[in-house]
């Protein structure tokens, strides 16, 4: 009975693993974009005071169980990833 | 314009920031139910297969823009938080 109830469980876990990744990948487009937009305008990819906007989100708005900090701190995994991708799209265009 | 079309992309990286959060909170939840289910059986909380094929599969859906090793680094970030929130509601626990 307790198997059945893991295998359960565990099928639930994967399916949201899956649509964590669509999500993942989802955002690293959106970021990919905005890095476009900015690099036309001659902005700077990294903002600080954006990604603390995007920090203080996550605090409003986090009902648990993770506490807001260890939340935080794979948010700021996601942004760095996604700040190593542009880096590599802008190293992508400048061989091409 | 270019700001126009930043703002907007801004807003569609919020609500994907938020979607984000709810399906973390939401994996943590059933990782605590999961941890529940193996304790009474007397299970390990941790197993390494389990892990494998969590990020297999991670790696068979991927469809970028992220590479898959970057992927699986943040899938592991996500599990060890989960880990360590089961091991406070062990702690808890003990403490009752």
Known sequence: MSNERLD?????????NLKLLDLI???AKLAQEIGEVKSRSGQKRFDPVRERKMLDLIAENNEGPFETSTLQHLFKQIFKA???LQED?????LLV
């Not at 469980?9 to 949201?16: I, S």
């Open 82 to 84: 996604s700040l190593e």
């Open 89 to 93: 799209d802008n190293q992508k265009a």
């Open 25 to 27: 990948n989802e955002r």
């Open 8 to 16: 359960n469980l565990r099928e639930q876990l994967d399916d949201v």
